[in-house]
């Protein structure tokens, strides 16, 4: 028996076929057979006229083994490849059929795209272990807690140099906002929250990790009633009214951990057709990158109350800021950072506050005032004398 002469059959024709035979040996009524097969009466003198006249062949579908209408056409496909591989490498299928689409006004979905890729050996499925890990309630409102953390990445590639990431994710709606930075320390940190808050007003609270940034790494000692200390990150959110939450591990913070995983992938593939290399322009193309972002893949909140507060007419610079004490010697000069500052402004306190501000300035306070000061620049050598003034003196 040659394959030709072998019928192939899904269950579902075998027993179409068998109820098929059974009206045209008698041995039940079409009547029957339609409800049998879910079909009307009509259909089932269809079936029988095509298989008296075709054989057992007639049941099974016409365009079986025939190349479907909405095929793509292989040219289209092969363009598509040649694409990926000199423009979208590496991209996944999402996001590629995302860009195919904006950029190139090619329309195909991201599932036929994957069996492409997956077919010509240009990408392969990742299968990760999932641990077990208890689900926690996202907050009801926007704005009341939000979480925050720097990725140190390669967000240029070889383009530019090694930027960190300030990212900031609301927990309930997912909303997305961050700033490129040469380093993950305080000024970056209360620089970007400074943007945020100048964006969407103060949120109730903030969820960070234990970075030396955000949480100080001083000892204190409860029984001797002391004060527990905190970082400048976290002295100035006090002083704002923000409660900072403090995580005990990466995955405590899952939502901002996996929006890093996300945008290494995406963000950086879209910077790289945009040709970027500096951190200025990456800063710009963020500004126009973010409402994008939250436009598809915000969620919406359990409930619709903007939780921030808003904070018009409040100097930020003045919370946001590296405050530290110094003494105020007789001669009214003040020792920062190895430098040394001469008082001009009269005040009879013992000492003063600096303040390192994000844009670089340096103020020195005193109760809310902000005093004169000048830099001494040329300070004489304590031993600035020669050998031979000291061989007279004696």
Known sequence: MSEQDVLRMSRREIKRLKIIHDVMEGRIKQVEAAALL????????????VVESEGDKGVIHKSRGRTSNRKIKESIKQK????????YEGFGAVLFSEKLLEVDGINISDETLRGWLIEASLWQRQRRRRSHRQWRRRRDCFGQMIQMDGSHHRWLEDRGPELVLMGYIDDATNNVFARFYDYEGTLPAMDSFKRYISR????ISVYVDRHTTYKSTKK?????????PLSQFERALKELGVEVIHA?????????????????DRLVKEMRLEGIKTKDEANTFLEKYWPRYNRQFRVCAA???DAHVSLNGC???RYLCIKTERTLAKDHTISHNGKLYQI??????KTVIVEERCDGSLHIMNNSHTLKFLEITDRPSKYSFTFEQHSTWL
Do not use: H
């Not at 879910?38 to 006229?49: E, G, K, M």
């Not at 598509?80 to 423009?87: F, N, S």
């Open 38 to 49: 879910n079909l009307s009466d009509r259909q089932v003198t269809r079936i029988v006229a």
């Open 80 to 87: 598509v490849l040649r694409m990926y591989q000199k423009k």
């Open 200 to 203: 969407y007003g103060l949120p």
């Open 220 to 228: 204190f000692c409860e029984e001797l009633d002391e004060d527990k």
């Open 248 to 264: 005990y591990s990466p995955q405590a913070k899952g939502r901002i951990e996996r929006l890093f995983g996300v945008l290494q």
């Open 303 to 305: 409930n619709s109350t």
């Open 315 to 317: 100097n930020l610079d």
């Open 344 to 349: 001009q402004t009269n005040t009879k306190s």
